[in-house]
């Protein structure tokens, strides 16, 4: 999937989807084989960051992750026809100045391997994010929302939100979600 960079990334639906935030929700890094990308300069300390989001990322975020997978079209098409397969299914969302930004893990695959210099505004957001899906990143993303929640919900959320819907289910069928017993 080919986004431009800075563009408004209307993929799927949730937090994916740009009309369900209530800011734009721009693309960053959705590169695709013949689409050209801006190049330059080393960029150790921003892809070291974004390792680090991506691995909180697969812990706080896991219903996100994609059910397929994006691939690097650049190593498989490209000049040098790398047969290499570069893929992940992750997915970063990042805050900004009334903005998100949201970029496949795979940019740091883009940054590393092909030299991909993703725009500044986007480098500064990722340089000032607070640790990935801690509070503070939580309350950074709903500021670039402009205080509104946003349509990303931490593991613990999904979890507490599946466990109420079940028990509620449940309740009206006269069962119970826990056993007699454990207190609950
Ligand atoms: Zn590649």
Redesign the pocket.
């Known amino acids: 999937m080919y986004f431009e960079d800075l563009s408004l990334c209307d993929y799927h639906s949730g937090p994916y989807a740009s009309c369900s935030w209530s800011v734009p929700l721009l693309a960053i890094g959705w590169l695709e084989h013949p689409h050209s990308f801006s190049k330059g300069g080393t960029l150790h300390e921003l892809s070291q960051r974004l390792e680090e989001f991506t691995y909180a990322s697969r812990k706080c975020y896991p219903s996100y992750c994609f059910r397929g997978v994006h691939q690097?079209?650049?190593?498989?098409l490209?000049e040098r026809g790398?047969p290499?397969s570069?893929q992940t299914h992750v997915n970063l969302w990042i805050p900004g100045e009334r903005v998100v930004y949201i970029a496949p893990a795979?940019i740091i695959?883009?940054i590393g391997?092909?030299g991909y210099h993703p725009p500044d505004e986007f480098i500064a957001a990722v340089m000032r994010c607070p640790e990935y899906g801690s509070s503070s990143y939580c309350d950074a993303l709903q500021a670039a929302n402009v205080g509104l929640p946003p349509p990303l919900k931490l593991k613990d959320q999904v979890d507490a939100e599946f466990k109420e819907q079940l028990e509620r289910a449940l309740a009206l069928r006269g069962m119970r979600a826990t056993p007699p017993g454990t207190g609950a």
Do not use: E, T
């Not at 690097?72 to 498989?76: A, R």
């Open positions: 690097c079209s650049h190593c498989l490209g790398n290499r570069v795979l695959h883009y391997d092909h």
